[in-house]
């Protein structure tokens, strides 16, 4: 390698290897990566949670259930962990996608129905704990819901 070489290399940004090192082809490799670790611990975190507070209630019936998420204690961390959950299954599915899914077209509708499903579900789960939350609370105080 002759020095004008090496300073041609170093004047257009340095080697191919140093331009992407850290880098994914898309560039966002590492954050999608720490945002699956992130939810995963979030879940692992909220499931624990989820089973220490329902082995504590008294019965599994229904009432018990519709009072205990009626608790602000009980609904917000629930609302985390449908968030939580959705997201994790998103980034894994758009991982899976790209990594497996070669053609464009296919691969592009594969994304926008992962996309619709875990938007869809998060939402009809968070509105569902919501309905629960808001009307366990009427129900206690009397309040038509």
């Known amino acids: 390698m002759s020095e004008r070489t090496g300073i041609a290399k170093v004047a257009s940004g340095g ?32 499931f624990l949670w989820l089973i220490v507070s329902l082995v504590r209630l ?5 009432a018990t259930m519709r009072e205990w998420l009626g608790s602000p204690l009980a609904a917000v961390p629930m609302i985390l962990l449908i ?16 990594d497996y899914v070669h053609s464009d077209a296919p ?3 594969a994304l926008v129905i992962v996309n619709f499903y875990c938007v869809a579900g998060a939402a009809f789960g968070i ?14 105080t009397g309040v038509p819901a």
């Not at 939580?84 to 980034?91: D, P």
């Not at 509105?127 to 206690?140: D, E, G, L, N």
Request: charged share 15%; proline share 1%; net charge positive.
């Open 58 to 62: 008294p019965l599994a019936d229904f």
């Open 127 to 140: 509105f569902s704990v919501a309905k629960i939350a808001f009307t366990a609370t009427a129900a206690v």
């Open 15 to 46: 080697t191919e290897l140093g331009r992407v090192r850290g880098l994914g082809s898309a560039r966002e490799g590492t954050g999608h990566f720490i945002h699956q670790r992130l939810t995963a611990v979030g879940n692992l975190a909220l």
């Open 83 to 98: 968030i939580s959950v959705f997201w994790h299954i998103r980034l894994g599915l758009q991982t899976l996608i790209e």
């Open 107 to 109: 691969r592009i509708l």
